[in-house]
């Protein structure tokens, strides 16, 4: 009884920790794709020239940086524009995606 | 009844006919080979979609650049050099990471015909590409005649337009700097609608600029087809700030019209009056690059319709037209939406070809524009692919008044985006 209880405990526990792989996996993919925007401006190089670097961020930092956008509390009317175009999915898709980089060196 | 292709490898397929036979190698072969994507147009467009579908198929699709030149210089920020703020190499970007790093076929010919049927792009060399999906990104043609009685593509040799960068912009640029101290530098701006709706004052900002310093009495004369402008509040301002009683803006419509031009005598003749130029810029009218007209892909007006969520023509469920030469509705013509409206085109194409995932179509386009040394303005917006077009879904632009700090760092963030998008376009 017990074993047969351990047995079904570890695999909802393998389940639920392969969703939510599979959940960030498309995340990844769906901010891979929204990052099209993004790219031509912020190098996915992390070179930053006139514009600020966004890879390898806290994709917690990633996401209230871009809600300070959407209320305007930020600063600068592209973003502005483009927060506001973005939901909240969008956004942990970005920070997902960006997140997962490293700059170059 | 005559075989398509497609059926007669089915038949082959079910025959279980073997390689050898002359006819059928080729059609078999091309049955088994990787999808074929061909892009007609290197530059901004054609050269982000070739990259963003050999990069995210992963090998998976056979991707083929046409384009005639071995280095493209960009148009955007050329003004930048023209005013000497710039190098003209820094313009200059190579196709050599396109073929080494993507495993694109960069082909530097000419596109002449395609033949729909068959499926097949007829290069000037007299070689066939055969396509699976096309996409078409020729950019712009302009029409000399459209300018006033005679004006020919013999007179860009004097009055350059430069609306299609290296060369031409080199050669504005001599223009200017050999006019002769106090001379009349005239320009005319294209019609509606046009490649970079800012660009023809941006430009005159930057020329206005060289002649503070090194040419300071000369004057400036615009004679604009149209009745008002991108940006026009703002660049009025910025030119009632730097170059206070250089320039002279006239819409032609109170001058009843430019009726000749005279190259030779310097002579802008309109109802009104005559305007006599010691060097001039002049832009005709802008139509696509000839390529998509002679593909039946454009429209009366000279245009290529497309479906928003795709950028598929609406002509040829095979072809796709991107950059200027579409009919992008709300996106103005500019290389930001270019290389935007490659991404949607690239993701559709692979969907098609390999089922990968499509989402929904999202564009953007931002055009900077520099009125004098770090005084920088932007206009720009988000789009989504409505049921019949692209529809904007929020705008944005610079306001009079700002402070200098905020126009520096508008500046200094088009100089980070022209570093950004040319890595994005070719590597």
Redesign the interface.
Known sequence: MQYHTFTMLAFGLALSVASSAVRADEKV??GQ??S??C?????L?G?????PAIVGWDKEAFVEVLNSYKTKEREN??M???A??LSKEEMEALAAYFGSLKPKE | MKLTRREFNAAAGAAGLTLGLGTATQVFGASHSKPKVVVIGGGTGGATAARYIAKDSKGGIEVTLIEPTKRYYTCYFSNLYIGGLRDYESLGHSYDKLASEYGINVVHDWAVTVDRKKKVVVLGSGSMVPYDKLIVSPGIDLKFESVAEGYSLADQAIFPHAWKSGTQAKLLKAKIEGMKQGGTFLMVPPPNPFRCPPGPYERISMIANYFKKNNPKAKIIILDPKDKFSKMGLFQDGWERHYKGMIDWQPLSSLGGLKSVDTANGEFKTDLDTFKADAACVIPANTSGQIAKTAGLANDKGWCPIDPASMKSKVDGDIYVIGDASVASAMPKSGFSANSQAKVCAMAVRGELTKSKVFPAKFANTCWSLIAPDDGIKVGATYKAGAKKIEPTAKFISKNGEDADLRKATYEESVGWYDGITKDIFG
Request: charged residues 10%; proline residues 0%; glycine residues 12%.
């Open positions: 993919e769906y794709y929204l099209g925007s790219v031509t401006c912020h190098q190089s070179a930053d020239n006139g514009i009317k592209a502005q524009v483009i506001v175009g």
